[in-house]
């Protein structure tokens, strides 16, 4: 009941008390106290349903301020999970990308066709197709301290120049490089034809070179090179090491235009003197 309905009530009583001259003093401040006290309740309750009421609109707003955030979150989390599902689906497209492209720097023609040679001639060759590159074991290739092929060698070499020779490759050229162990050249006959394990490396190289070009591999696409002992591929023993005693043919892009190159022409064996304005070899 509100307060000042309470004190009417109460003011009303005494009034009708008093007037009727038969309420003794003392109940008359009885029922004064009682109001007082009455009253003291009154304001102590309502200031109770006051800082309840505050308390329940402070929990209102923070509810609803919770519902609002978390309305804000469920939508993020919905946003969040539809770009999750793009992102998956451009991952996924991405990746079907990159393994149809071919890393490797061959056509996967050729690729075929040189893990089948490889395969041919086991412990002769094989083939690394991340480098486009095919590996001779020079200990089955050429005789110890020779650089001329063997039997074998040749017939490998004569199936890679079919490889080279076909269209996927009309744009690549052959590097061919030779290496050597570290064991020092100590035969007076091999000394005479290669006077150092570099020498050795770069004959051998040749020799190779020549067997391709004798398959009819263009010698505008043919480099030769050696590196002798020093780029092994393994620590080299006592005797040296098999593993480091090697020709390889590395197939790469061309460095050059070979339309717009003259034909290449034959060394002639048999040629004349040369004349005084030509320098002599």
Known sequence: MHRRTVFSLV?????MAMAAGCVPQQKYDDLATSYKTLQEELVRAEAEIDAKNNANRMLQDRLNASSAQLSKLESDNQRLHAELQKMGIDYDALLARVNSINF????????????????QYPGLLTFDSRLGMVRFASDLTFALGSADLQSNATQSLQALAGILNSPSLATYEVKVVGHTDNVRIAQAQ?????????HLSVHRAISVADALIGSSVDPRRIQVAGYGPYRPVMQNGPRGAAENRRVEIFIVPLTANLAELPPAQPETVNQPLARPQEPMK
């Open 11 to 15: 003011s009303g009583v005494a009034m």
């Open 104 to 119: 490797e720097p061959l056509p996967s023609d050729v690729n075929a066709a040189l893990q089948q040679l490889a395969a």
């Open 190 to 198: 091999t000394l005479a034809k290669h006077p150092t394990n570099t």
